[in-house]
């Protein structure tokens, strides 16, 4: 299993509702997500709902984090720029270029999906997909910059689902890169599961396990929270503040459950 594969398996895990434009749910209903089956299948009906409710937690997020963003640049007539990076197979590229057609959507990711690229392009104008490993900091910033990236321009870094595959200090030089042009930010980790209360521990230590072998690292990249935080705000993100699953839980079903406690998710949310 190649790293491309961990998409489709957090799409198995995404309430389609979410998404609110025709096209990204025609799209999602195109998808092909079989390339995680063997791995999607190890988890029973228990944790499966369990990951759904915590993956579309994260993506009720960054969905909301990006809308108002982009919102926020139409009110003040400024052309906004969602930097998607490691989108994978994510409909949020999709779905932003259709709700917000003035806006420009940069859709990157080390592995080519030309998929993905066809079906979208033939629905939307205002995207770019660039094949780009992230960790090479300054070709990313050169491709953007061939592809229209304005940087002196409002622009959202959207990094979903990816903190767990790169180094901390890669991950550094991304976040420092984009909060030096004041760049607006979503994003997730994973905690370290002594981090995380009890009564859920075991769905966080069983999806970065499986994970991890399958796709044959040796360890994943989970932080402590407040190490997380301060990681993220050094960089430049000074603002940036954590969301935890219970709140987003609430929010988008009215209900905390199964996100009591103090620390009930395996995945905490970032945004400044
Ligand atoms: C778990 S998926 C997340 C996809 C999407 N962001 C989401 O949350 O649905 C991880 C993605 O990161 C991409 N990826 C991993 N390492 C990368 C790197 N160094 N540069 C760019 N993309 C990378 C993989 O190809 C994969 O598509």
Redesign the pocket.
Known sequence: MI??A??AL??NWTLKGLYKSNQAQDYFDHLNLSAADPLFQKFDDEENFMQTQLVSNRKFFVRKCAVEFLEKCNRENVPGQAII????L?PLTIELCSLYPECIVFD????PRREKEEYVKKVCRNVNFID????MIELLKDRLLENGWNSHQPSMLIM???SY??TESDLRNVFSTFAAVGSALVNDFGLLPGCVDEINRRHGKKVYQLIKEAIGMESLHLYEPDYYISLVRQCGFANAGRFKMGEIQLERTGERSPFNGEEPGWVSMITN
């Open positions: 790293v491309s961990t998409s957090v799409l990076l490691a989108a994978g994510d990157i990711d080390k592995y780009c490993d992230i960790t979903e689902g990816i595959y790169i």
